[in-house]
């Protein structure tokens, strides 16, 4: 299979590096072919500007998801832009691999995502209309393909647990998760996070390393994280609200967003 693996560190022997190294050492070693874009390394532009879109006429103002969609389907986005989206394209399984700041990606990781993800390319897909809101959450341009985070975060487990004050992993990441990887299609993995990663000795980096290659070997057998699909019947339209016929009514947050039989009311058609 083909995986893109994309980090986002400034320093090539930070600890995050290295557990990319490994993930993707393991993958070569088990027949994969992989493709690295280390976005520091290139030193990626993570603006979203004007120079995104040489085609706009100086005069016009820049409204991005206008520029973005014209520039998509005429073909003028830039060449690293267009370089990215072909990785994308051709990779099997997409690994963004980084440290957690300020609880969230990196923002060169960030605007990554901000300039790849074109208009028509990972949003304003399909068909928009009363009855459908385009191809999105579970369905798009990357459906069939998995996505996997590999995380360092300076905080214990604890931390991120279910009264953690940092509050659940699963939540800060949903945004990642759900907003990033599944709304352009891709099958979601549970994340690889390594806590207390600053604490990190030669003994844990080798408990850590073993861990994270039985990852890599399950890439392709790991149950995705079950996100309810948009266009599954979960959903009302236009509104886009859990449809209160199909999943608990009580279910608020990001939790009700993932599929469970105990959240489900029964199978019957979403009245509205
Ligand atoms: P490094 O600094 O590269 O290494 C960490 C340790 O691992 C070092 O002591 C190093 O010696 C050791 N190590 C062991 N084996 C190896 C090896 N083979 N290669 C390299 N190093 C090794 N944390 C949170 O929990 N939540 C946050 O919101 C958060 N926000 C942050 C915001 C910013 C701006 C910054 C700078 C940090 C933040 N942190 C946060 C902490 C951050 O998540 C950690 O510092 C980071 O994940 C550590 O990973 P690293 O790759 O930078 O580690």
Sequence with gaps: MKILVVSAHPDPAS??????DVAVAELQADGHAVRVTDLYAIGWKSEVDRLDFPALPASARLRVPAASGEAFVTGSLTQDVVAAQEDLLWADALILA???WWFSMP??????IDRVYAFGFAYGVGEHSETRWGDRYGEGTLAGKRAMLIVTAGGWPSHYGPRGINGPIDDLLFPIHHGMLFYPGYDVLPPFVLYRADRTDAATFDETA?????????LF???PIPFRRQNGGDYTIPSMELCPERVRPDLTGFAAHIERPDHNVRQVECRS
């Design 98 to 100: 980084f440290p957690l």
């Design 221 to 223: 057998e790991t149950p």
């Design 210 to 218: 073993t861990a994270l290659k039985g990852r890599m070997r399950t």
């Design 107 to 112: 923002a060169i990781l960030k605007g990554w």
């Design 15 to 20: 600890l995050t590096n290295a557990l990319r």
